[in-house]
């Protein structure tokens, strides 16, 4: 494959607005990426269990990445730009005013105050009407927390939206947003690709509340005067309707048929594939795909990268700082398959798919003294494998077509220890994407083939030329039969610890910590 970049034809920006930063990437019409640009965003923690952002910080790091990254091109290529794509973490929102002033901090998908309201609310109903399982993720459990602890936020809000919608409007001066982006917080009807006043209602806010809606990978708006001069372009250019962050990185990946699953091993773990109807299923998410009339089925686990690095922070070589340990990875790979009896269930973050319980918590069975530290980090590693694979079986059932291949991203993949034991557990062979920025690239995707560079402007033809990959990791068959077993005793445990769970929940909230000087917004 030409790795270099092309030196004629359209040139697009993305954003990539993460739980930790915003990345925006200029990249050419084959995928590759002439700039980068990156800001942090400050995680928030103002009690157990809340996760907030500062949502001005959205559309400030949107700014300067974009900025950063323009300045490094050169005149010529600037006139190349043709237009900005947009993705972002899902299901976190704000509440803002009239002049776009947020009225409290942003409340992020990992956030899992709401446990009263997705058992209030949670159904089987709600789950077929908007795709979404009940469970800790969706927006519209955390909204009704704020409808029923903080009324006056909603009462006062002009408009409630995701962090597309924010970055959208900063854009274009347009409350506007993306099926594929609104559609993770939970109120869409999701066969129809609207809002459902049923839902909207169980989240307490009201449709005039919601941005305006527009299929993925066509134009919200063009760029406002204001920011064409401040960045130094020649013109304004449309701003294209995006996706969500894990839809994104299966279009950056190609995994655009339903054979092909894509892969991100990430701070959580996901995996989806495409599909041109609508199903449902307790295992798995039901998205809007960055394919229009598309769907993705996911699955979500949300202990991924974070159950890794949380125990080399807290276990590890402290010297590192949670930072990745060759020597720990060394050891883990000398311990047998099934580390000698030690299993995990990986849910530190509660358990998105397949049981969406916000109530679970993590547990390591089986502990002997011959175990080390290295066991457990193997466990782990095992056992997020373990849940990928009951996932996946169930997509399967869901798209009636069985995987052929996995297109894996995310900082996982630097772990030749841990995508081997991916590989092995899943018993299907990985295909590693070259690109860092995967879910920024789904994203550019959406954007160029808005230029129908390509003839037209389809978004599968489009991402199989911009994708890139490398090394496929065969899977062990031997020790994917050895994995079988194991993983078998390892979901026996769930059903009978669920309700040593509520027991454990009850007591946390029986008993709980010290309650934090500023709970509050700092907004």
Request: hydrophobic share 40%; proline share 6%; charged share 20%.
């Amino acid at each position: 494959m030409n790795t270099q970049t092309l030196n004629e034809g359209p040139l697009v920006i993305a954003i990539d607005s993460s739980t930790t930063s915003t990345k925006a990437i200029i990249v050419d019409a084959k995928g590759h990426v002439l700039v980068t640009a990156k800001r942090n965003i400050q995680l928030h923690t103002p009690a157990m269990d809340f996760y907030e952002h500062n949502p001005a910080r959205w559309w400030e790091t949107t700014y300067e990445t974009i900025g950063e990254a323009i300045s490094k091109l050169s005149s010529t290529d600037k006139e190349r730009i043709q237009a900005i794509g947009i993705t972002h973490q899902r299901e976190s929102f704000a509440p803002f005013d009239k002049e776009g002033k947020p009225l409290r901090n942003g409340i992020l998908w990992l956030d899992s105050r709401a446990a009263k309201q997705i058992n209030k609310y949670g159904s089987k109903h709600i789950h077929e009407l908007s795709g979404k399982p009940p469970g800790v993720t969706p927006g519209i459990y955390k909204m009704a927390w704020v409808k029923e602890n903080e009324p006056e936020i909603f009462q006062k809000a002009y408009k409630v939206v995701e962090v597309h919608g924010y970055i959208a409007w900063n854009l274009t001066g347009e409350w506007v947003t993306s099926v594929a982006a609104a559609d993770s917080l939970g109120l869409l009807d999701i066969q129809n690709f609207d809002y459902s006043d049923e839902l909207l209602e169980i989240a307490g806010v009201t449709r005039d509340q919601m941005a305006k809606l527009v299929p993925p990978g066509e134009p919200m708006g063009m760029l406002k005067t204001e920011l064409v001069s401040q960045w130094k372009l020649s013109k304004s250019i449309p701003v294209i309707a995006g996706l969500g962050d894990g839809q994104a990185a299966g279009i950056g990946a190609a995994a655009v048929a339903p054979d092909i699953a894509y892969l991100n091993l990430g701070t959580a773990v996901n995996a989806g594939v495409e599909s041109p109807i609508y199903k449902c299923d307790s295992a798995f998410r039901t998205h809007a795909s960055g394919i229009k009339g598309n769907y993705v089925f996911e699955a979500l686990q949300s202990s991924g990268s974070y159950l890794a690095g949380w125990f080399r922070q807290s276990l590890g070589d402290p010297k590192l700082l949670g930072e990745p340990d060759p020597k720990l990875d060394e050891e883990a790979s000398m311990i047998p398959p099934g580390c000698e009896g030690l299993v995990t269930l990986p849910y530190w973050n509660a358990v998105q798919s397949p049981y969406w319980d916000a109530l679970a918590r993590g547990a390591v069975v089986g502990w002997r003294g011959t175990h080390s530290r290295a066991h457990m980090y193997r466990s782990i590693l095992e056992s997020i494998g373990f849940e990928m694979r009951l996932n996946l079986d169930t997509i399967e059932k869901g798209t009636g077509v069985k995987l052929t291949s996995i297109r894996a991203m995310g900082g996982g993949t630097r772990s030749k220890l841990w995508r081997q034991i991916m590989a092995d557990t899943i018993g299907i062979p990985i295909t590693i994407c070259l690109q860092d920025e995967i879910s920024a690239l789904g994203a550019a995707v959406l954007a160029m083939a808005s230029t129908k560079v390509y003839g037209n402007n389809d978004v599968a033809y489009t991402a199989q030329q911009m994708a890139h990959f490398g090394d496929v990791i065969e899977p062990d068959l031997k020790k994917t039969v050895v994995y079988n077993e194991v993983a078998q005793v390892q979901r026996n445990l769930y059903p009978q610890l669920k309700g040593i769970f509520e027991q454990l929940y009850n007591l946390a909230q029986k008993y709980p910590g010290p309650k934090p000087e500023s709970p509050k917004s700092e907004i």
